[in-house]
């Protein structure tokens, strides 16, 4: 005969559940603690993704610096790899060549007026857009960049055929006015990134405390887009100083720049000199940007 069925207490009915909860509850942190392996790995494997692309394109942008570097310091005539050794004799034939060093001064003063006329143009000519209610202004914007758009070879030739129906020959501001033509784009561009975030109560706030627009301008406009102006400011440098299509028009015989010389000398010789004006020409480059951020802090800006 069966024994009745005897009702439960809560505390009976608690006690019964509690293991099976408990159980539930292992379940769901063991099922957790498998599963935190598995991310773990999927991150690492993930971090190790990432650390690999950016070494593989880190090589592959500094690899050709490295085969100049390793080419003006070979003591043979010709690109050897392994280097039989080390020796500075190329640039020790760079610094000795008259051409050379007279070409390398006329880069840098060409190179410095061209940053000087593109930072002033560029850097007005992007607050004009920027601030001026300009009608058409994205037409204005397209023509002040459509160089970056044109092959530098093309406005060298334009440039060469206007200065021949001008009849002005090939002066020195000549050079600099093609150079500074496909170097303002560098600078209005930078210029306007900076001024896509400029909070205008800034400027307000100046002129409620009684600020003219000139000492405004000055003392809080300019300040605030500095790092879009230094930053094509370095960008025109750069690009003037290495620039070869639009010279290759409008230089003069005596008065031709470096890259301008060392195609020169590349029709008669190739050797480690062309290695090791290159090497000058990076080290001159690194040399701005390192003097840029000494003097005016370039840090400071990066996150802009």
């Not at 975030?197 to 300040?223: M, Q, W």
């Not at 400011?233 to 060392?262: K, M, R, W, Y």
Request: charged fraction near 10%; proline fraction near 7%.
């Amino acid at each position: 005969m069966m024994p009745p069925f005897a009702p439960q207490t809560p505390s009976q009915e608690f006690s019964g559940a509690l293991p099976a909860a408990t159980s539930l509850r292992d379940r769901q942190r063991a099922s957790a603690q498998s599963r935190r392996p598995a991310a773990g790995k999927r991150i690492r494997a993930g971090r190790a993704l990432y650390l690999t692309v950016n070494i593989a394109v880190l090589i592959f942008l500094l690899a050709p610096i490295a085969i100049v570097v390793v080419f003006a310091l070979n003591p043979t005539p010709f690109i050897q790899f392994p280097p039989v050794g080390v020796s500075l004799r190329w640039f020790q034939k760079f610094f000795a060549a008259r051409d050379f060093m007279h070409a390398l001064v006329f880069s840098l003063e060409v190179a410095m007026l061209t940053t000087a006329c593109a930072t002033l143009l560029g850097g007005c000519a992007a607050l004009a857009i920027a601030r001026g209610n300009l009608p058409g202004a994205r037409i204005v914007l397209a023509v002040m960049l459509s160089p970056l758009m044109l092959p530098a070879i093309l406005t060298g030739l334009a440039l060469f055929q206007a200065y021949v129906l001008l009849d002005v020959g090939r002066p020195l501001w000549g050079l600099v006015a093609g150079h500074t033509l496909v170097t303002i784009p560098y600078v209005v561009r930078t210029t306007l990134a900076v001024l896509h975030n400029f909070d205008l109560r800034l400027e307000e706030a100046a002129r409620n405390l009684g600020a003219s627009p000139g000492r405004t301008f000055f003392e809080v406009t300019l300040p605030l887009v500095k790092p879009g102006v230094l930053a094509g400011a370095i960008f025109a440098f750069i690009v003037s100083f290495d620039q070869f299509p639009v010279s290759l028009f409008l230089v003069s015989p005596g008065n031709e720049t470096l890259p301008i010389t060392l195609f020169n000398y590349l029709k008669f010789d190739l050797d480690g000199t062309i290695g090791a004006a290159s090497v000058v020409s990076i080290l001159l480059a690194f040399l701005v940007v390192l003097a840029l951020d000494r003097t005016v802090g370039l840090r400071a800006y990066v996150k802009l």
